[in-house]
């Protein structure tokens, strides 16, 4: 939906409509998050690495995700059986783990541009660390990056009050927590989330002249994976709002391959 509001197509926005009242799937129940948490936290990657920690130290992937995927069968969400992980992902949106409800104080408290702007640097951290030794990025953490620029769009012509958003933002939170656990490769270590962070601080600028998009542009449209070209897309314009950040530039070379998501497996082909 963000994405036809993006590129102002009625036939796009249709589409994303139709989409969303055909599977849309929130958290089973908002009331279940439990705001202004973990008041020591200044930043989203402050959390996650918290969340990491948890993550290991408790055993979620086998006490919690393996758990709640094999307790539905295929009556739960029958529509969604046929997607693969979309199916194995709503199971744990249905039944979300405290760590995932917990929604840190700093999303009350950071001005809302700060806000996004954090996020957006957040889930592109999360794709940088996901690359194999190819280079090649998460395709499920790719969507990470261009599910909040539709968002991002959706709610600049909803034009909700501020509460509104930093709710919906919290809820955004809560399911890349939902998202990332559900994936094949599990959530993230702790140790990878640091190592990130200093391999691309938010002081490693681009030097505007001397970097080149076109190139990007073209290996991007030249791309038979679609979602190759939307990452140069989004990169490019966060690029361009936030300081020329060298991670967002990275991230739009960093193309995804296409991965075999059917049921019960979500492996990477070459």
Request: net charge negative.
């Amino acid at each position: 939906l963000g994405w036809g509001i993006d590129a102002q197509s009625p036939w796009m926005i249709c589409e994303g409509l139709a989409y969303l009242n055909f599977c849309y799937l929130g958290l089973e129940d908002e009331s279940g998050l439990i705001y202004n948490t973990h008041e020591d936290e200044s930043d989203p990657m402050d959390s996650l690495v918290r969340v990491a920690g948890v993550f290991e130290q408790e055993n979620l992937k086998e006490t919690w995700v393996d758990r709640v995927k094999a307790s539905y069968d295929k009556t739960f969400h029958p529509e969604l059986v046929a997607a693969g992980f979309q199916w194995e992902l709503s199971k744990l949106l249905k039944d979300p783990h405290g760590v995932a409800c917990e929604i840190p104080k700093w999303l009350n408290d950071k001005a809302l541009p700060d806000l996004w702007e954090e996020l957006y640097r957040t889930m592109v951290y999360l794709y940088l660390s996901s690359r194999d030794s190819n280079g090649n990025g998460n395709f499920v953490v790719l969507h990470l990056i261009t599910s909040l620029w539709g968002l991002e769009n959706t709610l600049r012509v909803i034009t909700p009050p501020e509460e509104t958003e930093r709710k919906v933002l919290s809820q955004f939170y809560a399911m890349t927590v939902i998202l990332l656990s559900a994936s094949s490769s599990g959530f993230p270590p702790a140790q990878a989330l640091e190592s990130i962070q200093k391999q691309y601080p938010s002081s490693k600028v681009d030097d505007v002249d001397a970097l080149d998009w076109q190139p990007i542009v073209d290996e991007g449209i030249a791309e038979r994976e679609e979602h190759n070209i939307k990452l140069v897309y989004v990169g490019r314009e966060l690029w361009r709002r936030y300081h020329h950040w060298n991670g967002f530039s990275e991230a739009a070379k960093s193309f995804t391959l296409t991965p075999n998501i059917r049921p019960s497996q979500s492996t990477f082909t070459e």
